[in-house]
T-cell receptor, first 111, second 109 residues
């Protein structure tokens, strides 16, 4: 099975940089996802990492270390609209490639 | 644009009725789709894996006779909540690969 840990809440200032960490323990690993979920809406796909290293996509970057079971999502130049929950999810290597979601980190961006 | 759609986006029904939710893959064929449920301020909970041409695989604790899943084509999976009750009121979301549908909010009166 999978066990995923991420902070429950974070607060950051508009224009700043914030790093949201995720640690996981897995019986099999075939990739890690980050999603953004605004209140009342479905999650939106942000990034996917399967190899170690940093993936950059605009203001968002995601890092993975498979040996450490660790990932982070980095948000730069924070905007008020970035206030949302950020979900870390791990896909296992089984037949159905089941994806397990963390409980999410609720980020509040303040002026 | 969206690659996964859901219909309806919102439904209100009386207790005891059945509700069908459709999930469509708009760009690629999907042999596997996933159904989730999310209660307010709670985590996404996987309900079942929908497999084209075969029976769905349900997670522990999910009643397969209550939540009927049909994946009759490579672009469509349906979830039917049978004899819905107020405790079934929730946000139901499907997923294909890394993409989620927009979700269906169900309110059972």
């Amino acid at each position: 099975g999978q066990n995923i840990d991420q902070p429950t809440e974070m607060t950051a200032t508009e224009g700043a940089i914030v790093q949201i960490n995720c640690t996981y323990q897995t019986s099999g690993f075939n990739g890690l996802f980050w999603y953004q979920q605004h209140a009342g809406e479905a999650p939106t796909f942000l990034s996917y990492n399967v190899l170690d290293g940093l993936e950059e996509k605009g203001r968002f970057s995601s890092f993975l270390s498979r040996s450490k079971g660790y990932s982070y999502l980095l948000l730069k130049e924070l905007q008020m609209k970035d206030s949302a929950s950020y979900l870390c999810a791990v896909r296992d290597s089984g037949g159905y490639q089941k994806v397990t979601f963390g409980t999410g980190t609720k980020l509040q961006v303040i002026p | 644009g969206a690659v996964v759609s859901q219909h309806p986006s919102r439904v209100i029904c009386k207790s005891g009725t059945s509700v069908k939710i459709e999930c469509r893959s708009l760009d690629f064929q999907a042999t596997t789709m996933f159904w989730y449920r999310q209660f307010p301020k709670q985590s996404l909970m996987l309900m079942a894996t929908s497999n084209e041409g075969s029976k769905a695989t349900y997670e522990q604790g999910v009643e397969k006779d209550k939540f009927l899943i049909n994946h009759a084509s490579l672009t469509l999976s349906t979830l039917t909540v049978t004899s819905a009750h107020p405790e079934d009121s929730s946000f139901y979301i499907c997923r294909r690969d890394q993409y989620f549908g927009p979700g269906t909010r169900l309110l059972v009166l």
